[in-house]
């Protein structure tokens, strides 16, 4: 992963912002502009198949399915998805840089660990929750936020029974903007940037001393 990436010639805090940029920004943006690319030229060849056999491609393949409108939304999806997955990126940059060796394997132990303890010892009756919170709420945040797609689990459940065009509908630009209303987002982003800042002071530390 980029955020294991060793130390580059400048100073460690552009190393560390230079290696989260990279990692949910310019990355997630290369696989949106590749996969909206992708989906044109597929839909270019079907309305070129449509339109051997007479039919009429702005009607039956373009006007339908809306690819501008899901091109958009997938922008629109790249700020949110690096706003939520920063306490993952976080957690993992924290590790590497405090960790001498295998800090893959310390970052993903220690939530792991530390769910098992919660549960062994039902900690989270002390709170009025149980273990599952504890998992859905901090082990998965921290080792499952950079996963495309997860900010769903965490969104208000759809009601049963949808039509195909509210679900479409769904794939819009504002609704995914509206992720950013979820506090569940903005407290990430808050232990996120305590790591990041973390990861900064260890590596001047250690390149101190």
Known sequence: SVLFWKSMPISDTQTVLSKLVGALVIAPLLAVVAAIITMFGFMIMISLVVLFHGGNPVTLIWASSNPFSIAASHLAWIPVYALWALPTAGWLML??????????????????????????????????????????????????????????????????????????NGFSPSVQLAGLANPELWIGVVVGAVFIVAAIWLRQRRDDT
């Open 95 to 168: 590790c590497s840089a405090w960790a001498r060796s295998k800090p893959f394997l310390w970052a993903v132990m220690l939530p792991v660990f530390a769910g098992v303890i919660v549960s062994w010892f039902d900690v989270m009756k002390l709170f009025g929750l149980n273990s599952g919170w504890f998992w859905g709420h901090v082990v998965s945040r921290l080792l499952l936020s950079a996963t495309p797609g997860i900010e769903l689990a965490y969104r208000s459940p759809t009601p049963t029974g949808e039509s195909v065009k509210s679900m479409l």
